[in-house]
């Protein structure tokens, strides 16, 4: 039950930052910027403001934070990875919709990102 739980106020907070920062991004690129460069901008931004609320509302984290925020970087660093790697792969050689790609890839990452959170980043010990 308390992983249901963590599954539903993680979607809360993904739900929402990744709406904003995919409103966002689609109005960067109308404004001009190269895709990559929106989601590596939006992307850090997301990390930063999703850290706190995901360590204490939705997994509940009592550990020191330190650690946990490397392991937090660590995580959406190899997720920051697969997302450029698809924009380039999809986008770029196979010429697929930029737009369809993140928003596809923001359903993968969060899925990747949830299971890494709640068995590492934010672990009990």
Same mark, same amino acid.
């Given at each position: 039950?308390?992983?249901?739980?963590?599954?539903?106020?993680? /979607?809360? *907070?993904?739900?929402?930052?990744?709406?904003?920062?995919?409103?966002?991004?689609?109005?960067?690129?109308?404004? /001009?910027?190269? !895709?990559?460069? $929106?989601?590596?901008?939006?992307?850090? &931004?997301?990390?930063?403001?999703?850290?706190? *609320?995901?360590?204490?509302?939705? @997994?509940? +984290? &009592?550990?020191?934070?330190? !650690?946990?925020?490397?392991?937090? @970087?660590?995580?959406?660093?190899? /997720?920051?990875? *697969?997302?450029?790697?698809?924009?380039?792969?999809?986008?770029?050689?196979? /010429? @697929?919709? +930029?737009?369809?790609?993140?928003? $596809?890839?923001? *359903?993968?990452? $969060?899925?990747? #990102?949830?299971? #890494?959170?709640?068995?590492?980043?934010?672990?009990?010990?």
């Amino acid at each position: 039950m308390q992983s249901f739980i963590q599954l539903i106020k993680y /979607g809360v *907070v993904g739900l929402a930052s990744n709406l904003l920062l995919y409103l966002l991004y689609i109005c960067l690129t109308m404004l /001009g910027m190269e !895709p990559k460069l $929106a989601m590596t901008l939006l992307y850090l &931004a997301g990390i930063m403001q999703t850290f706190m *609320v995901n360590r204490r509302w939705t @997994f509940q +984290h &009592a550990g020191i934070a330190r !650690p946990a925020l490397i392991r937090y @970087f660590m995580a959406y660093g190899f /997720g920051y990875l *697969v997302n450029l790697l698809s924009l380039y792969l999809l986008v770029d050689l196979i /010429g @697929f919709p +930029h737009q369809g790609v993140q928003a $596809a890839m923001i *359903v993968v990452l $969060a899925c990747m #990102l949830f299971l #890494l959170q709640k068995f590492w980043v934010f672990r009990d010990r």
